[in-house]
Structures are given as C-alpha cells and as structure tokens.
C-alpha cells in the first residue's frame, strides 16, 4: 500500500512569509503526527491530529498550526517565518493505537532565506 | 519531562564488526521503547521496538533488550554492513505523552568496507 505522502518535498521561502506543508497518510491511518527536525534541536514533536481534532501539541510558538481534514489529510502551517523555521518538517501516520508504530513520510525540506 | 539520551556520534566501523549503540531513558510511567532509522534522504522507519521491561526486540539483524533497571535499550548488531550506514533514533512514547514519540538526538553510523 502507499505510504505516507508529503508535499512539497522542497521549499525556500522569504523571512516573514508563510507556508503550507501538507501530508497524506496511509489509508486508514486516523492519526497524524508533526515533527521538527533540525541539526542543533533534533526531532521535535509540533502536534497530533485524530479525527479532524488536535489531541497534543508540541512546545513551538502559535506560528506553528495544523489541521486535519475528514480524509485524514493533513496540513500544517508556518506563518511570519523566521530564519529559525528552517528545518526538514517530517509527518507519521498511524492507527492511533498506544504502541503502535508510526510510519514516517520523506519529510519537506524548508529553507528560510 | 521525559527524556531520551543516546551516544554520541558518528561511528564508524568496518563491515562485519559488532556494534552496539547506548540508549538511556528518562520517563514517567511504564513507557514503550523505539529504535528508528533515518538512510540519507529518507524519512524515518521503525527498525525494533520493546513495549515492557525484558522485552527484546529485534529485526534485521538488529536487537534491543528493554532494561527497566538500568532505564536502558541499548541497540546491538553482531555483524554490520556498508548497508547499515544511515543515523540510528532511539525514542520513547509515554501512556501520558498522547502518542507524541520523544527522540534521542540520533546517533550516525558509517559502516566502511
């Protein structure tokens, strides 16, 4: 089956800006998570959607946003970019159950000029 | 806060040496423990995981021994290959971390001929 889908897979945008990253999971995987990895900070955890509702949300300021559509899809958004937001932006699906593995996509590379 | 420490890297060693990759946690509750593997370019993918103290586990060649007395899972391989090159993530999800994964800082193995 298709694994899990983001797009695009690189972007350059301006200082101030915004953006939007979006991710398709595996079919019937409810559940998406966001995560932020850079060299200094690592893999940071911004937020998980199940069934269109955000259930956690990671330490990252309310520049950071998301959502989820009926379809699973999913979207994040960056607005008034910094040069800070540089980063690979990964997105994980998974059935939502506790231990269950959670499958990566590629990621969306993001560089802030 | 639940945390996760791994070595640091890079590592490297020549193909079929024995490796062994430390892994300390921090957490509270009874968490579940991951090793995942990045290969250049890719996203990440979920080599092993343990769900409770003792559990090992192991693919590929590849195992892990969940240690509640030592809050370790260290990763171990007899025998690698120019394959294996690629940053190794130790993580952890907690009962109470709504299903968001807490990552190591991730550790790099380069495997020479």
């Known amino acids: 089956k298709a694994g899990v889908t983001q797009t695009p897979r690189y972007l350059i945008k301006t200082r101030g800006q915004q953006v939007t990253l979006s991710c398709s999971p595996i079919?019937?995987?409810?559940?998406v998570s966001w995560y932020q990895q850079t060299p200094g900070q690592g893999l940071q955890f911004l937020f998980e959607?199940?069934?269109?509702?955000?259930?956690n949300k990671g330490n990252f300021p309310g520049r950071f946003s998301g959502r989820q559509f009926s379809n699973s899809r999913s979207e994040m958004n960056v607005s008034t970019l910094e040069l800070g937001d540089s980063a690979l932006y990964l997105c994980?699906?998974?059935?939502?159950?506790?231990?269950?593995?959670?499958?990566f996509g590629q990621g969306t590379r993001l560089t802030v000029v | 806060g639940d945390s996760v420490t791994q070595m640091e890297g890079p590592v490297t060693l020549s193909e079929e040496a024995f490796l062994t990759i430390n892994c300390t946690y921090t957490a509270t509750g009874y968490p579940s423990l991951f090793w995942y593997v990045q290969y250049p370019g890719e996203g990440l993918q979920l080599l092993l995981k343990?769900?409770?103290?003792?559990d090992k586990g192991s693919n590929k060649g590849f195992e892990a021994t969940y240690r509640k007395e030592t809050t370790s899972f260290h990763l171990e391989k007899g025998s690698v290959q120019v394959s294996d090159s690629a940053v190794y993530f130790c993580?952890?999800?907690?009962?109470?971390?709504?299903?968001?994964?807490?990552f190591g800082k991730g550790t790099s193995l380069l495997v020479t001929p």
């Open positions: 343990a769900t409770k103290a003792d």
């Open positions: 994980a699906s998974s059935y939502a159950l506790l231990w269950q593995e959670a499958f």
């Open positions: 079919s019937g995987h409810r559940s």
């Open positions: 959607y199940f069934s269109e509702t955000q259930r």
């Open positions: 993580a952890l999800e907690s009962p109470g971390s709504g299903y968001a994964l807490n």
